[in-house]
């Protein structure tokens, strides 16, 4: 189970501000390193939620082929990583252990995407990630204004 809180800036930058992890990783053996494994997860989830994204160019040239172009989530751009966990041991296996970390990786930007979307007051539905600002703009219909392009304006065709 994840939860999380996100908001967004006038400038519709979009900030992850709790997230919070309950996973069940079977007997853990080392609470410690699961809980490690699982704020790292965590961490990937909150990347692709926010920032990771291959950008082609119109020939079909990866421009994000290294890390100095691809954005990753860094630790001063997440917020602190509440875990809790449920010990329920596996029967598939004498130590009763279960995987750990991917699973809190997949449900990030689901989650997230629905935080943003519950800080937007329900207004939109999200639906493709990274959640960056030109994203969450059109995603709510603003369209750049005529003039520097840089301030939004409420699309006509937007409910």
């Given at each position: 189970?994840?939860?999380?809180?996100?908001?967004?800036?006038?400038?519709?930058?979009?900030?992850?501000?709790?997230?919070?992890?309950?996973?069940?990783?079977?007997?853990?053996?080392?609470?410690?390193?699961?809980?490690?494994?699982?704020?790292?997860?965590?961490?990937?989830?909150?990347?692709?939620?926010?920032?990771?994204?291959?950008?082609?160019?119109?020939?079909?040239?990866?421009?994000?082929?290294?890390?100095?172009?691809?954005?990753?989530?860094?630790?001063?751009?997440?917020?602190?990583?509440?875990?809790?966990?449920?010990?329920?041991?596996?029967?598939?296996?004498?130590?009763?252990?279960?995987?750990?970390?991917?699973?809190?990786?997949?449900?990030?930007?689901?989650?997230?995407?629905?935080?943003?979307a519950d800080a937007?007051?329900?207004?939109?539905?999200?639906?493709?990630?990274?959640?960056?600002?030109?994203?969450?703009?059109?995603?709510?219909?603003?369209?750049?204004?005529?003039?520097?392009?840089?301030?939004?304006?409420?699309?006509?065709?937007?409910?």
């Amino acid at each position: 189970m994840l939860s999380s809180r996100a908001s967004t800036s006038p400038s519709s930058r979009t900030t992850a501000r709790a997230y919070h992890a309950i996973h069940d990783a079977g007997h853990e053996i080392n609470p410690m390193i699961v809980a490690g494994q699982t704020q790292g997860g965590a961490v990937q989830g909150i990347g692709m939620a926010l920032a990771e994204e291959i950008v082609y160019d119109a020939s079909g040239q990866a421009i994000t082929g290294t890390l100095m172009d691809y954005a990753l989530a860094r630790a001063d751009g997440v917020p602190g990583i509440d875990v809790a966990s449920v010990d329920s041991p596996s029967p598939l296996n004498p130590l009763g252990v279960k995987g750990t970390g991917e699973g809190s990786a997949v449900p990030g930007p689901a989650a997230i995407a629905n935080a943003v979307a519950d800080a937007l007051g329900g207004a939109t539905e999200l639906t493709q990630i990274p959640l960056r600002a030109p994203a969450v703009r059109a995603a709510l219909g603003y369209q750049p204004s005529s003039g520097s392009g840089t301030s939004p304006r409420r699309s006509a065709t937007s409910a």
